[in-house]
T-cell receptor, first 113, second 113 residues
Framework: AQSVTQPDIHITVSEGASLELRCNYSYGATPYLFWYVQSPGQGLQLLLKYFSGDTLVQGIKGFEAEFKRSQSSFNLRKPSVHWSDAAEYFCAVGNTNAGKSTFGDGTTLTVKP | DTAVSQTPKYLVTQMGNDKSIKCEQNLGHDTMYWYKQDSKKFLKIMFSYNNKELIINETVPNRFSPKSPDKAHLNLHINSLELGDSAVYFC????????????FGSGTRLTVV
């Protein structure tokens, strides 16, 4: 069965600092991996996705993520965080056969001025 | 023009009532989903339809019944509402059942009193 672990429940960074959010997955085959962002009171927005190929993927809003098969990880990064990045971030693993994604429990990002 | 729209955005109702949530997508996607987000922000899939066909039916009480009149619409009807049904319900769509990333609606916050 597929599963996702986001080890950090809450992360606080200063505005302008770099950011890395961790995600570990469990999946029997090559995973489809996603990062979503949820601002307060909003739905989730897809930031980026990995299916195959280049293990470093670029997304919207200046985010990137790196797939590391050996570590079963798909960490999200941003070189310089803006106050507007404060939100809940979800990592997800997709199962193309079952046609559904399994989400991690989320990481809450707080940005200090 | 909203890609995935849900109505209503807020729903407050008494225990025992029956209510419906509607979802429409104008993306031309084949697959639509209902996810439930609880108070701890955990996301769990409930149902999925592909071209009006039910393809995912997770362990959900029989009181919940989805209906898809066409591939652009997916509604959720809930009978005999209970306190534990209080949550945010998200509709989402994807290009097809292969799950290449979702587009989410903004959610319906259901409060049962």
């Amino acid at each position: 069965a597929q599963s996702v672990t986001q080890p950090d429940i809450h992360i606080t960074v200063s505005e302008g600092a770099s950011l890395e959010l961790r995600c570990n997955y469990s999946y029997g085959a090559t995973p489809y991996l996603f990062w979503y962002v949820q601002s307060p009171g909003q739905g989730l927005q897809l930031l980026l996705k990995y299916f195959s190929g280049d293990t470093l993927v670029q997304g919207i809003k200046g985010f990137e993520a790196e797939f590391k098969r050996s570590q079963s990880s798909f960490n999200l990064r941003k070189p310089s965080v803006h106050w507007s990045d404060a939100a809940e971030y979800f990592c997800a693993v997709g199962n193309t056969n079952a046609g559904k994604s399994t989400f991690g429990d989320g990481t809450t990002l707080t940005v200090k001025p | 023009d909203t890609a995935v729209s849900q109505t209503p955005k807020y729903l407050v109702t008494q225990m025992g009532n029956d209510k419906s949530i509607k979802c429409e997508q104008n993306l031309g996607h084949d697959t639509m989903y209902w996810y439930k987000q609880d108070s701890k922000k955990f996301l769990k899939i409930m149902f999925s339809y592909n071209n009006k066909e039910l393809i995912i039916n997770e362990t959900v009480p029989n009181r919940f019944s989805p209906k898809s009149p066409d591939k652009a619409h997916l509604n959720l009807h809930i009978n005999s509402l209970e306190l534990g049904d209080s949550a945010v319900y998200f509709c989402a769509s994807s290009q097809n059942r292969g799950d290449y990333g979702y587009t989410f609606g903004s959610g319906t916050r259901l409060t049962v009193v």
